[in-house]
Structure formats: C-alpha cells, structure tokens
C-alpha cells in the first residue's frame, strides 16, 4: 500500500520571508535588532521576570545588612562551593572505602594526595575563609532558593546564569550601602542636637550649661566631625567618654576634652573600641562597662532610620505609612549582623568582626535580656498569640468570670416580679416553669390538659404558633380548620379539580401544591391554618374563605 505524502501549503504571503539583499535597510535592522532580543532572552533568562530579579536584589540586602558587610559575595559563594564539593568528595571516597578492602587501600592512598585547602595559609586568611564559609552557610540557610539555582549552574555548566545571579545580588548588596549611606548623611546632622539635649538631661544635667557651636545642614563638612564638640562627644572611646557624660559639668570640660583631642592625648577611634554613642548613659554604671551597652540614643534612631522608616527615627510613628527594610526582608528580630552594620553606617568604621564574635560570646543572660529589650524598642511588644489563656488583668479574663456567674435575664426577672415589684411580661413564662407540689411543672401539667393538635400557650417567641392563632382567632373572617379542609376538598372551585379525585398521593399533593400557587398569584386573601396534623412540623397554608 503507497503510502500518502503530506500535503504542503504555500507559505503566508506576511510570513514568507525575502532574501536579505532584498530587503530595505530598515527591515534589516528590524529583523537584526529582533535576532539580538532573542539570544539575550536565551541566555539571560532571568531577565525575563522583574519578580525574579527582584528577589535576588532582596538576598544580596539581606546579605549585606544583616550577615556580613564587608564580604564579597562572589568570594563567598566560591569558597563556599568549594568546601562544598571538598566534601561531597570525601564523602563519596568513605563510602567506596567502606565497601571493600582494595577501595580502602586505594582511599588512603588518595587520602594523601587530598589537598588541603587550608594549608599554608596564615593566621589571618584563616579567619577571612571561616568568615566566608559562615556568610555562605547563613546565606544558604535563609535562601534555599539560591542554593538550588547554584546547583543547577553546576549541573548543566551554565555559566552565563552564575554570573547573572552573583552580580545581582552584588548589586542589590551596594544598593543597599549606598541607599543607607545616603539616608543616614542626610538625617543624622538633624538628630545630633536633639540627642545631645535628651543624653545630657537623662543624666540630671542641665543643656543650658553647655555652649555649642552651630549643627544643621549649612554646616561644612571640615567642621564636622571630631571638630565639633557636639559629635566629638559621641566619638569618644569609652575609656575617655567619662570625662563628659558622667564628670563633665560645663563648658570648661568640654573645651578641655576638645584640646586633649588636637593634642592626641585621647586617642583616635580604632577597630577595637567602643564610640561613646553606643552607650546609654542614663543606665551607664562606673564599674560595669557592659551597662548600657547598645542602647545609645543615636543607634537606636539610625536602627529605626534604616530598618522601620526615617520618620519613626527621633519619635514613635503611631500610623505606618509604608513597608520598611525589616518587612520587606522579613526581619523580625534584632542580631550582632544588623548592630554592627547599624553603627558601621553611623560612624563609618571597619570594626565589624570584633563586635559580633564579642556579642556572641557574651553571658548567655545578659545577651537575652538586651535583645529582648531592643527587639521590644524596634518592633513593639512580643506578640503573644500562642498563648491558650488569657492574661488575668485582661477583657477575655473578666468575661470568663462573668461567663461563670451567669444568670438568665428570664429567672432574674421573675425573681425581682416575686418580691412585690410590678409584673413584667416575661413573668408569666417564668411562673409556667416553677416546680409544684407534686414534683412537676406548672407547665407540664398544662401540656397534659390541651389538645396535643392545638398550638401551646405559651409567649410568642417560644411558641409562634399561639401568636398566629390570637390573630387568626380575632379575625371575623376565622374558620374551623377541619371543616375548612372538607369543604376545600370537596370543592372544586373554578379549577376544575379536587384533592380527592387524584388516586395517587405523590400526585395528590403536588397538583394541591400548584392548586395553591395559583390561589396565591390570584391575590387570595385568607386566614392563615396549617396543614399537618403534627405540631412539630407544621405548614401553614393559605385557603379560601367560604
């Protein structure tokens, strides 16, 4: 059997297309420009989406903000990896050498030849590969994501992709850096007065003992800095800060530090020391230098500055306008990462690794009871959703105890009716269920003595019935329900059908059912009966009067 060939069409005219020489030189830098588009989207696909974009900026802000500051993230993610595969290696050698004897003589043969990526280093790269492989290993951990796009870069030897990620976390790292940087130029020469005023009266001193020069944004900058007196207070290493913030008593002792400063008895800021402005000295104690520690009034305004927004700096913001760093990083604690990078930014100084191997090996208690205090100066009070009982000074409290005192409005009226007062409507519902001599209720011996097929008497809002059949009795248009029913049964009307001339029930009820719809849409106006005999179901139902 021939087999059919395919049928082929000719091309679309707009999509057939001309040979190059053919073609105007507008077309052709149409279709290069389009061919130029389309290897870009090929081999950055990340570029693709904003959304993914965005959320590899985020990780290199996080990064810079609240893991490392000063690291390279290329660096890190290299020496990472590396480690990375090292032991995959290793790993993979063990297992092959627990298998059989000649693969453990070959292991250790090959463990020899393994090389050592520490050896030969010095003190210091030592500690610059720990810091990478701790940056990377927190990195991984708050992101997995990165950590599975790096995977498939190795797996498929994509290059181009690595690159694209690194250098856009690298990005949003100095974005982050430099956004800081610039807000914090800006803001920080409006603070310095306010908490210079603020510092000085929590320690019972008086401002107006002290003569400043000017400080505001007109200021130049070579007078800044240790060249003011303001901001060279707050520069003070802790071993000098004394000499002002707790001796200190005029002008004279400040024109004394400032000369001791020029003359560089006091000696400049060093990666080892601490400003004077992470202390507070309203709790500062002589002999404890740990007293105060990260509670100075101007980290915690650049802290909310960078992390909350700009506003919420100097005086609580009541009503939050828009998302800050901490929300959109999902930061819902403070760390040694995010105090260091706070006060690198504020004073622009390389002290960031000793700060944070010191605070992490700080006494367990005191470093809880800080957090916990500056957790609840940045992002409020604890939430204690998780807690399953209320406080005991709380509304839900006191409503649990009225809860268990509770008495019924129906019993408490009845008893203020009893003792003389005037009768209320709800008395004679509360009568009805007093118990009688004989053990049962009024109301259950007046249940034995009506009609099971009448409605009750009691109130209306336990019994609607009785209410529907006050009206309907008051009605002058009132007839017997029973005899109601006979007469509609008998009486064909104008429809020319009655409920029993229909042999079958089903069919006898649904005809009787669209026999009162039409009743119904004629505008028949007549009493209200029920049909069932049971007075737990009952359906009323509209009838003609006859």
Not at 159 to 186: C, F, P, Q, V, W
Not at 223 to 250: C, H, T, Y
């Amino acid at each position: 059997m021939q087999q059919r060939k395919p049928q082929t069409h000719p091309p679309h005219p707009s999509r057939s297309r001309a040979p190059q020489e053919n073609r105007s030189p507008q077309e052709r830098v149409i279709s290069q420009g389009r061919h130029q588009r389309t290897q870009i989207q090929l081999q950055q696909p990340l570029l693709n989406s904003t959304r993914r974009i965005t959320r590899f900026l985020l990780i290199g802000k996080y990064f810079a903000r609240a893991i490392h500051l000063s690291c390279n993230i290329r660096g890190v993610v290299f020496v990472g990896r590396e480690e990375e595969y090292r032991q995959q290696r290793l790993k993979v050698k063990d297992t092959r050498a627990a298998s059989s004897r000649r693969a453990r003589q070959h292991h250790a043969e090959s463990e020899s030849d393994e090389e050592d990526p520490e050896a030969g280093m010095t003190e210091r790269e030592l500690r610059e590969r720990q810091r990478s492989l701790d940056a990377y290993a927190a990195l991984v951990k708050r992101f997995p994501v990165l950590k599975q796009r790096l995977d498939e870069c190795s797996l498929y030897d994509d290059t181009t992709l690595y690159e694209i990620l690194l250098s856009t976390i690298h990005t949003g790292s100095k974005e982050a850096r430099a956004n800081d940087t610039k807000t914090l130029k800006t803001k920080i020469i409006d603070w310095i007065p306010t908490i210079i005023d603020n510092s000085i009266l929590a320690v019972k001193s008086d401002p107006n003992d002290f003569a400043w020069g000017r400080l505001n944004q007109s200021v130049l900058k070579s007078e800044r800095g240790i060249n003011n007196k303001r901001i060279a207070m707050l520069l003070l290493p802790w071993q000098d800060a004394q000499r002002f913030w707790v001796e200190g008593k005029s002008t004279v002792d400040v024109d004394s530090i400032m000369s001791d400063i020029r003359s560089g008895v006091i000696p400049p800021l060093k990666s080892d020391s601490l400003p004077a402005f992470l202390f507070s000295f309203a709790k500062y104690k002589p002999d404890q230098i740990y007293s105060g520690l990260l509670f100075g009034p101007l980290l915690i305004a650049a802290f909310k500055c960078i992390f909350t927004s700009p506003s919420s700096a100097i005086e609580p913001k009541f009503v939050r306008t828009k998302a800050g760093n901490a929300q959109k990083l999902d930061i819902k604690a403070v760390t040694p990462e995010l105090l260091v990078y706070v006060a690198a930014q504020a004073c622009a100084l390389r002290f960031v690794p000793y700060p944070v191997v010191f605070l992490y090996g700080a006494p367990v208690q005191w470093r809880e009871k800080t957090f916990r205090a500056l957790n609840e100066e940045f992002f409020g009070p604890a939430d204690d959703d998780d807690n399953d009982e209320p406080a005991l000074d709380s509304d839900m409290a006191l409503l649990s105890e009225h809860f268990q005192n509770y008495i019924d409005s129906d019993d408490e009226d009845a008893n203020f009716s009893s003792t003389g007062q005037t009768s209320s409507p709800r008395q004679t519902v509360a009568s009805s269920t007093v118990p009688s001599s004989n053990g049962s209720t009024a109301q259950d011996q007046e249940n034995t003595n009506h009609d099971v097929n009448e409605p009750t008497s009691r109130s209306a809002i336990e019994d609607p019935m009785a209410l529907d059949k006050e009206h309907v009795i008051d009605n002058p248009d009132y007839v017997d329900e029973e005899s109601a029913s006979q007469e509609n049964d008998n009486d064909t009307g104008d429809y020319g059908c009655s409920r029993s001339d229909c042999e079958d029930e089903d069919e006898a009820d649904e005809e009787y059912t669209q026999l009162s719809i039409q009743r119904g849409r004629a505008g028949f106006r007549g009493r209200l009966i029920y049909e069932s005999d049971d007075t737990t179901q009952r359906v009323p139902k509209r009838v003609k009067r006859s």
